[in-house]
């Protein structure tokens, strides 16, 4: 068996660890920070839904329990105490994965690693020492990073990316959001539930790129209840501050008006960038493309025969579980296993309330492509399920090939669609139909029932409950 050094501990880096030592591979891991688990686990999926679950606990007590005859005579925002369970959440999730390390084997050095050849790797240990390592096989798994503009002038204080929004000890009375993406509306979420006046400007016309345009406005109505405010179609052109104030400046994409917001904070959430800084790429000849992205081919391997990339530092959705998936595939491709990936079966979520996840194509560009599809929707204020709980925004769409009626394409909004997008996962990796999922029974009384409608809908033309 082969020996790997694993670049990089998170969800794509440490995966594939546990799997190349689960095959028998010696598995050393580097990972610059003192704790495991990447971006993920420390400061993105884990502790930024730790705190959008705390905001809704506070958004339900203010706005819906008297409807359910719980009545709080005064409820308060205790920001420390908030902040300390999030990173309860984060330490013991990290612990998780030095302890899966331990079990499996693998030789972990905390420090900063970059290559002095394409066959040696010179690791910079926290501890101050110095350690060279070879290895048959080299993984780099080290992620991304926000982008952040020169002109925005982040400074990590008041001009802040979710990084540092994950971790502000007092709510801002007015944030201003650059970007209507997946982490721009989440962070969005935490802090309009909790009573701070959210604005958000984004350069597209709509929310939520390359995701369903129908269903992106659905949301964007549903947020905009909750009192955020979207600037679209427009483009920041500077970020300044002074005097514990931020001033955003931008203008039009269509008049080209230029106008201003004042706020306590702004969140720079624009996307992420592939995270290569210091790793020396260049002496070990790797070769990257115009965004930074380490090349790949269909085997995860570079330009070198012995050196591999996954994860958000390649081509493909930044996604934790994407990466997963590649460590996984490229772990046991080294073993000489022949693993298959479908990536437009990869199911994205925004963990906003309600949930929005979708998986397989999005209606505009199976209508660009030019094929002939049907659709079926159901809303979820038609099932009993949802007007017990009080979540009644959203609906379940799904997209199918009109002449063969198989799957193309679900997007769910509404309670639980994070967890809900895997009965589409699942029949879509069957190429199923949606006649499949009409006839299979769904629990009564559950929110998964409106799959079941719109499938109806999709496949007979009309659905039995609406």
């Known amino acids: 068996m082969p020996s790997v050094l694993v670049i990089g501990s998170g969800p794509g880096g440490y995966v594939c660890a546990i799997r190349c030592a689960q095959l028998g591979m010696q598995v050393t891991l580097v990972e610059k920070y003192n704790t495991l688990g990447g971006t993920c686990l420390n400061v993105g999926c884990i502790p930024s839904k730790a705190l959008l679950d705390s905001s809704e606990h506070y958004h339900q007590a203010t706005h819906q329990f008297a409807t359910h005859g719980l009545i709080i005579d005064s409820i308060k925002v205790d920001m420390p105490v908030m902040i300390k369970r999030k990173n309860d959440v984060v330490d013991q999730t990290c612990k998780g994965v030095a302890f899966l390390m331990k079990k499996n084997k693998i030789n972990v050095l905390y420090g900063t ?28 798994a080290t992620g991304s990073k926000p982008i952040t503009p020169p002109s925005f002038n982040y400074n990590k204080k008041r001009i802040i990316t979710s990084t540092e ?3 502000l000890l007092q709510v801002p009375s007015h944030l201003v959001i650059i970007g209507a993406g997946v982490i721009g509306l989440e962070m969005a979420s935490v802090y309009s539930r909790l009573g701070t006046k959210v604005e958000i400007i984004e350069y597209l016309d709509h929310i939520l790129p390359g995701m369903d345009k129908e269903s992106g ?10 009192g955020i405010r979207f600037h679209l179609n427009q483009a920041v052109q500077s970020v300044k501050e002074a005097s514990e104030k931020v001033t955003i400046s931008y203008k039009s994409n269509e008049s080209g008006e230029l106008k201003s917001l004042e706020s306590d904070y702004c ?65 046991e491709m080294l073993h000489g296993e022949k693993p298959h990936i479908h990536y437009n079966l990869i199911p994205g979520v925004v963990y906003t309330w309600p949930e929005f996840a979708s998986v397989g194509q999005p209606e505009e560009k199976l209508k660009d492509e030019g094929r002939e599809i049907a659709i079926g929707k159901f809303p979820f204020k038609a099932l009993g399920r949802s007007r017990a709980s009080m979540d009644l925004d959203g609906f379940v769409k799904i997209i199918t090939d009109k002449k063969t009626d198989e799957v193309l394409g679900v997007h769910i909004l509404g309670p639980r669609a994070a967890d809900m997008i895997m009965e589409a996962v699942t029949i879509m990796e069957f190429r199923g139909s949606a006649e499949d999922i ?14 079941k409608e719109a499938a109806m809908a999709a496949w007979m033309g009309k659905a039995l409950h609406v």
């Open 113 to 140: 690693a970059s290559f002095i050849s394409d066959k040696e790797v010179e690791v910079k240990k926290n501890d101050g020492a110095t350690e060279k390592i070879t290895a048959d096989k080299i993984i780099i």
């Open 165 to 167: 929004a994950l971790n």
């Open 217 to 226: 406005r659905e949301l964007k109505k549903v947020l905009e209840k909750d």
């Open 267 to 331: 969140l720079i959430a624009i996307g992420r960038r592939p995270y290569t800084e210091g790793l020396s790429l260049d002496k070990a000849g790797v070769t990257t493309d115009e965004k930074g992205r380490v090349i790949i081919d269909d085997h995860f391997k570079t330009n070198k025969e012995n050196i591999y990339a996954i994860g958000d530092v390649v081509r493909g959705a930044m996604l934790a579980h994407k990466a997963s998936e590649e460590g996984v595939a490229l772990a």
């Open 438 to 451: 009409a006839r299979i029974s769904h629990p009564h009384p559950t929110f998964s029932e409106a799959i």
